[in-house]
């Protein structure tokens, strides 16, 4: 049974950092290509950082030079570093996976492709 648990998400001030996991059970993770959405209350779900099986990575125009992907494929995690946060980053963040080989692109800017999903966590930026 594949499943994606995201965590650490929290409340943080402006500028400050966070680090999202994502643990991955019940497959091989280096058979699989990652993405990273959040979203905010009322507005539309929006792919941030996507890593695809090869390796191949893609972030939106909003978090290029501040958000980082990463895969750990021996410890089955997906990683989102994020920093230099802002309150426009408030949103729930959640993990998706899919094993098609998709360009990181093609992950971030098509979710309804994307097979399975973590239940997300909430990342809060506020002074």
């Known amino acids: 049974q594949v499943q994606l648990v995201e965590s650490g998400g929290g409340v943080v001030q402006p500028g400050e950092s966070l680090r999202l996991s994502c643990a991955a059970s019940?497959?091989?993770?280096?058979?699989?290509?990652f993405a990273w959405f959040r979203q905010a209350p009322g507005a539309e779900r929006e792919g941030v950082s996507c890593?695809?099986?090869?390796?191949?990575?893609y972030y939106a125009d909003s978090v290029k030079g501040r958000f980082t992907i990463s895969r750990d494929n021996a410890k089955n995690m997906v990683y989102l570093q994020m920093n230099n946060l802002k309150p426009q980053d408030t949103a729930v963040y959640y993990c998706?996976?899919?094993?098609?080989?998709?360009?990181?692109?093609?992950?971030?800017?098509?979710?309804?492709?994307?097979?399975?999903w973590g239940r997300g966590t909430q990342v809060t930026v506020s002074s």
């Open positions: 998706t996976a899919d094993t098609e080989f998709l360009s990181a692109q093609v992950m971030c800017i098509k979710p309804e492709i994307l097979t399975y």
């Open positions: 019940g497959f091989t993770l280096n058979e699989y290509g």
């Open positions: 890593i695809s099986r090869v390796g191949g990575t």
